[in-house]
């Protein structure tokens, strides 16, 4: 008889047993012959040496998949079970290429549409991304899914989630609360991404050990941001000196994805959107890319596509006014 022990320290044990040990009920009908127990993050083995060392090779293949993607459906952990060595990728369950990254309880993010695809793609090739475009087409959502899978890769140390706190001609000095209470309210869409695809300890460990950082832009000035998936979010509303000082933040082993909605802009009248000049002077360089998206892309309430289309309409009619206007001066 042959004894072994297999930790799994590196992998969510959750994951790995399946609720009310599903999968590890599933694990000891494959090898009826050995006896097995499950002590916390480790699993006891006893049998004949072959057997044990058919097991060992299993539960080595659901490992690498779980420290791969991070979660593993019961179909396929019986399918890695049941199926012999055939070379490389015979261990990889056939996933989507729009998947971004698992949430809590396996929720699944995914890329929803066509530019949210993109983004993904060119994240892969690029050190800054320019997503721009109107409300509801999953441009932050998409980005703080691309910087989550980043970091549960370890490409990236930490994450920096940025936005001005500047919103819908409001002033943070008519605000109750502190200057933490004041600005949180502009903050509160990263927070919700988060809450979407990280558990609330980790998210909450993250947080108090500066893993993940949400600040107002403005707290940017004067750092060096290296080895960190940074987001700027609602980039319109930022000055142009206000955004060429964040990009040149930017450090080695760094990327950065840059949000706006052009057509939502509340910066005082007399101040002009740096997004506008930046997505004009940055284009046709090597490591930056821009993607649009479009009310194709909106993933909310089926009415705000057409609010969107309503909206351009409606602007389109006011410059062809504005230029008739200016042609009879």
């Not at 721009?132 to 994450?159: D, E, F, M, Q, S």
């Not at 930056?288 to 057409?306: G, N, P, S």
């Amino acid at each position: 008889m042959t004894e072994a022990i297999i930790n799994l320290e590196t992998v969510n044990p959750i994951e790995f047993f399946g609720i009310n040990n599903s999968k590890f009920e599933i694990l000891k009908r494959k090898f009826p012959l050995l006896k097995l127990l499950s002590r916390g993050t480790q699993i006891k083995m006893t049998g004949q040496p072959e057997e044990v060392a058919a097991a060992q090779v299993k539960i080595g293949q659901v490992i690498q998949y779980l420290e791969r993607n991070g979660h593993l459906s019961e179909n396929y952990f019986s399918k890695i079970l049941g199926e012999d060595e055939q070379g490389d990728g015979a261990t990889e369950e056939p996933i989507a290429n729009d998947i971004l990254v698992f949430g809590p309880n396996g929720k699944v993010v995914r890329a929803k549409t066509k530019n949210q695809q993109l983004m993904a793609q060119v994240s892969e090739k690029n050190d800054i991304i320019f997503a721009i475009g109107p409300a509801g087409t999953g441009k932050t959502y998409t980005a703080v899914a691309l910087a989550v899978r980043a970091l549960k890769n370890k490409a990236v140390r930490k994450i920096i989630l940025t936005r001005p706190a500047v919103e819908a001609g409001e002033s943070l000095g008519f605000l109750p609360g502190d200057l933490k209470e004041k600005i949180d309210p502009y903050l509160r869409p990263l927070y919700d991404a988060l809450d979407d695809m990280l558990p609330s300890d980790k998210l909450n460990y993250y947080m108090a050990n500066r893993i993940i950082e949400i600040a107002p832009l403005a707290y940017m000035r004067g750092r060096t941001l290296d080895n960190a998936f940074i987001i700027l979010d609602e980039a319109q509303n930022s000055t142009d000196l206000q955004l060429k000082m964040f990009l040149t933040r930017i450090g080695a082993s760094a990327k950065a994805i840059i949000t706006g909605d052009l057509t939502q802009i509340d910066l005082p009248k007399n101040q002009k959107s740096g997004l506008l000049k930046a997505t004009k002077i940055l284009q046709n360089i090597d490591g930056i890319a821009h993607v649009q998206l479009d009310e194709a892309d909106v993933v909310r309430h089926r009415l705000v596509k057409m609010i969107i289309r309503a909206y351009d309409k409606e602007q389109v009619r006011e410059e062809e006014l504005e230029e008739k206007r200016n042609n009879r001066l």
